[in-house]
């Protein structure tokens, strides 16, 4: 528990929320009533321990099937079937199957968190599980070839999911980010990533093959209305040099003011990933010159992995812009060996991992370098069997 407490926390939604997070403020308090709230706590924790201490596997085995055990009694109680240590309980889970399974586990235990929130009443912006709940749903969204599970935009703060019981302000979160200038953004680009996976799956179905004229328009529908958001985004997001880390400044960054321009790096990694994967989706085999544009954000995306530093979880953040940029690549090793060196999991700084994500880009590679032309990833997905999942 205190591995839970003191690290594994921090990391759920953003790297190095240290200060004041609801999971630490309003989360961990809940466990003392509640066996299914604490037995995924521990599991959790010790199952991110095992990645580095092998004798904590079974702990976490153990006390993952104690806090199935303990959800599924729980949910023939309306009242406590509707509390928030039931719903994050289920989150946990959905956590530690992300970490710790090769399977697609993780979205059954993803679509029970959803019944749970309709339950409750729908999404409401202002609950922080719903907020934890939507970074899970668009990101899973984005790697398993479907649409978001909830419908809307319900994770965007335009009132119409506000709780009308809940008077006090949007507590800052993470902590670092003055103003909600990150989280405001980069939920406005969780809009565009959601119509993004949308329209994947349809280009991947078989009306989407029989109307590619209908795939092409809502791509530059999405293209154009992406890049005029950007051009309205804050300067200190748009503009940021990737060499911001060693520019001359008149005093030293604070850690809260270092960590928000790490998090405005990760937001136009993103933003980049974006542009790749429109791209992809109109055309998956490479068969046309690579647009300046795609170009230019694998360039971006490269530049700022190399320049952010290691040991500090910061690469949580880069996971999906990186993975973007591998399956842009075509046969480029120097390209590869970087993406392939920030992927890999650092155990110690980050709960989650990128591993079966770097196994599909090496058989995409691999596939690449032998036939000597381009593959669609997903395709490559679907033929291995190879269940990714990425956080955003």
Known sequence: MHHFITFCCRFLAYSNDNENNPFQEDLIPLASSSPALLYSMTALAAGHLSRSQPQHVITAANHYSMALRELNST???????????????????????????????????????????LFRGGPKTSEYLTRFFSFLDISGS????GGPLLQGNYWVDDGSNQDPNQNPPRRRWPYYDVGNVVTNHFHELMVFMAKLSRLSALSMSDLGAQQPHEITAQATEIHDDLLAWWQ????????QSNDWRTQARPRKLTVAETLEEEAFSSTKSCKDGCI????????????????????????????????????????????WGLFMAGIAIYND?????????????????????????????????????????????????VQMGIHIFILV
């Open 75 to 117: 949910l023939s109680d309306p009242i406590v079937a509707r509390a928030d240590s039931t719903l994050g309980a289920c989150l946990l889970l959905c956590v530690y199957e992300i970490c710790q399974s090769e399977s697609s586990l993780w979205l059954e235990h993803l679509q029970g968190a959803r019944d749970l929130i």
């Open 232 to 239: 309205g985004c804050p300067p200190a997001l748009r503009d």
């Open 276 to 319: 790749i994967y429109m791209n992809h989706i109109l055309d998956p085999l490479g068969q046309h010159p690579q647009k300046q544009e795609v170009i230019e954000a694998v360039a971006d995306i490269l530049e700022i992995a190399k320049e952010m530093p290691r040991g500090y979880g910061l690469e949580m953040g880069l996971y």
């Open 333 to 381: 090793p120097v390209a590869e060996d970087l993406i392939r060196a920030k992927l890999k999991a650092d155990t110690d700084s980050n709960i989650y991992h990128a591993d079966r994500a770097l196994d599909l880009l090496e058989a995409l590679w691999k596939r690449q370098h032998q036939c000597i032309r381009k593959f669609d990833w997903r395709q490559v997905q």
């Open 142 to 145: 984005l790697s398993s070839g």
